[in-house]
């Protein structure tokens, strides 16, 4: 039973460390820019997370593919291209301002304008509405309930 103990204490440091991820590559300053250019894309599985931030498959094998391409010589701006010729501009976090994405520029600002327009005319459209007065009658009944009394006229029960 001690010896199951000790051989179990002694494989437990290495069990402990095999869920721990190592650097793909030894080249620290690599690495660091692999990491850096993947946080301004996006995980195609996750779509809220960079392919830095996500544990997906895809956003693994992206990140594989950008080491990859600087491994092979090409800087950012050539990676970049080769990701969004092979996934489409959905894999940027922020899109090109083209005609398919003009309306992921401009659309929040349509909204805000559009909601501005909406509650400037309701309320002009509500400063024009004429207001309801109350008759001395109504205003007297009214208060009579607000300070707790019952109102027993004839004209209430109807």
């Known amino acids: 039973m001690r010896r199951l103990a000790l051989v179990f204490a002694l494989l437990m440091p290495l069990a402990a460390s095999a869920g721990e991820a190592e650097p793909l590559a030894h080249d620290q300053a690599l690495e660091e820019r692999v990491m850096q250019l993947s946080h301004s894309l996006r995980c195609l599985v996750c779509q809220n997370q960079s392919i830095a931030e996500s544990n997906a498959p895809l956003a ?50 349509l909204l805000l304008i559009a ?32 300070e707790g009394g019952s109102d027993t006229s004839e004209e209430s029960r109807s």
């Open 115 to 146: 909601g501005a327009g909406w509650l400037g005319w309701r309320l002009r459209k509500r400063a024009s509405e004429p207001t309801h007065k109350l008759t001395a009658e109504e205003h007297a009944r009214a208060m009579a309930l607000l």
């Open 60 to 109: 693994i094998d992206l990140r594989n593919q950008v080491r990859e391409q600087f491994l092979a010589g090409k800087d950012e701006q050539a990676v970049v291209d080769y990701l969004v010729a092979r996934y489409g501009d959905f894999v940027l976090y922020l899109p090109p301002f083209k005609g398919v994405t003009l309306l992921l520029w401009i659309g929040p600002g």
